[in-house]
């Protein structure tokens, strides 16, 4: 019962706001079934797989709203969540920036779902483990390695008459090797919304190179170095700056988007003009949702997405050229400042070049490339300043040639200042649900060695 069709989701939906006697109520209904498969040390130790489905039903007297929750779906359970939540209504304080729901709605039908990840089953989970751990026994290096695949819905509705459905698929696949004395370290991790995208031989071996590759590491002098950064690298740092891009934030003085003296810098060059970013739902490699605040389901991106109300996604422009053109807005500082409403996006998408991550190396006289960032903690969120360590794989490149591989570094960088400092932009792949190129860096900042691999 967990993935239920839209006229099934439609006709609880409805059943559950016929019982309301609220002002206005809202109904989210999400249901998934998940599977996962574990293993380290080249051995399975867990895999698993569950369902769940979820309604929550909230309910508004004028500006006091309540929520309630569950996961029964008769009659009595139905009306028995309504009550509950109109009686936490009735006791909740006023709510000053409360909105009125909104009516109807139209929502894109974007390529979320994939038939194939649906079927995905124990047996094709198993063999996509032993497809890892197979290649490095045979090398005699150790896999640890984790697969989860989601197959979801996600149903809103409401009492002024919107409604909307969508089904989604999503399948994540990460993989560490290491050496067999642990000196050296390769990562890959790819998120697919289709597993017929997705080879964890062909992924695995990737990480092999790398581990084998990364062993007897040498010591660099932290500095400023020109970096080539792998997407899985500068994710995070990009999902922070994007996470940021709140109109209201900016308003108030908490943003790198702030003014001094007032205002947002909305408008303004801010990046490299190479530097453009996107959303767009229907991109047929990055399908994302169509509404914002449906939780649940699989395969919509990790960075957010939102709205919360049912606000349509549309395809957007973030930064174009350097120019930064959107940002988002909640409907209460929209109707505040007199504008149109924008919902943070479900994941981004930066634009680069044709250039592979090999076509980036080649064209380095002496740089660094860099798998993986990880443990990154805010130091300065007003200036997106982070900091973090490098991990699974970190190279010197000199004269187009990765020549030795080099002990971690700790960095200490912006984003901001980071593609403000672009060298060049290859061609983007999907990396923690957006779409990113590998991007060659100038003058990247390096506090301090570390010794972990």
Do not use: H
């Not at 999503?170 to 997705?198: C, H, Q």
């Not at 031989?201 to 092999?208: F, N, Y």
């Amino acid at each position: 019962m967990a993935i239920l069709t839209k006229e099934e989701a439609k006709k609880i939906v409805d059943k559950v706001l016929a019982y309301s006697k609220a002002d206005e109520m809202s109904v989210s209904l999400n249901g998934n079934r998940t599977g996962n498969i574990r293993y380290a040390r080249n051995s399975v130790s867990t895999s698993g797989e569950s369902d769940n489905l979820s309604l929550a039903v909230t309910a508004v007297y004028g500006k006091r709203s309540g929520t309630a929750t569950i996961n029964e779906f008769d009659d009595a359970s139905l009306e028995k969540t309504v009550r509950r939540a109109e009686e936490i209504a009735k006791l909740a304080p006023e709510n000053p920036e409360y909105m009125p729901m909104l009516g109807p709605q139209t929502y894109l039908e974007t390529g979320t779902y994939s038939e194939s990840t649906a079927k995905i089953d124990p047996e094709f989970r198993a063999k996509a483990a032993f497809d890892s751990i197979d290649p490095c026994k045979k090398k005699n290096l150790t896999a640890a390695g984790y697969m989860e695949d989601t197959t979801g819905f996600a149903c809103i509705g409401n009492s002024k008459g919107l409604f909307g459905y969508n089904r989604s698929t999503g399948v994540d696949f990460s993989i560490t090797v290491r050496t067999a004395d642990g000196l050296g370290s390769g990562y890959a991790n790819p998120d697919v919304n289709d597993v017929s995208k997705l080879n964890t031989k062909v992924t695995t071996e990737i990480a092999m190179q790398k581990a084998l590759a990364s062993a007897s590491a040498r010591a660099l002098e932290p500095g400023k170095y020109t970096v080539i950064l792998e997407p899985t690298a500068s994710v995070e740092l990009l999902q922070n700056m994007m996470r940021s891009m709140d109109a209201r934030n900016a308003d108030e003085g908490r943003s790198f988007l702030s003014k001094k003296g007032g205002g947002t810098r909305l408008g303004e060059k801010l990046f490299d003009e190479r530097v453009t970013f996107i959303s767009d739902p229907m991109n047929p490699e990055l399908p994302l949702s169509p509404f914002g605040g449906g939780g649940g389901g699989g395969g919509q991106g990790r960075f957010g997405g939102g709205g919360g109300d049912g606000l349509p996604q549309e395809k957007r422009t973030w930064i174009e050229n350097g120019v930064v053109k959107n940002m988002y807005y909640s409907r209460y500082w929209a109707d505040k400042k007199g504008v149109k409403p924008i919902p943070a996006p479900g994941g981004f998408i930066m634009l680069g070049g044709t250039q592979s991550l090999a076509d980036l190396i080649k064209s380095t006289d002496k740089g660094i490339l860099v798998t993986r960032f990880w443990y990154i903690r805010a130091v300065d969120p007003q200036t997106q300043l982070y900091t973090g360590l490098t991990r699974d794989g970190t190279f010197y490149i000199e004269n187009g040639q990765i020549k030795f591989p080099i002990k971690n570094f700790r960095f200490n960088e912006s984003p901001v200042i980071m593609l403000n400092n672009v060298e060049a932009l290859g061609k983007p792949v999907r990396a923690g649900g957006n779409l990113i190129p590998p991007m060659k860096i100038r003058d990247f900042t390096f506090t301090s060695l570390s010794d972990a691999v």
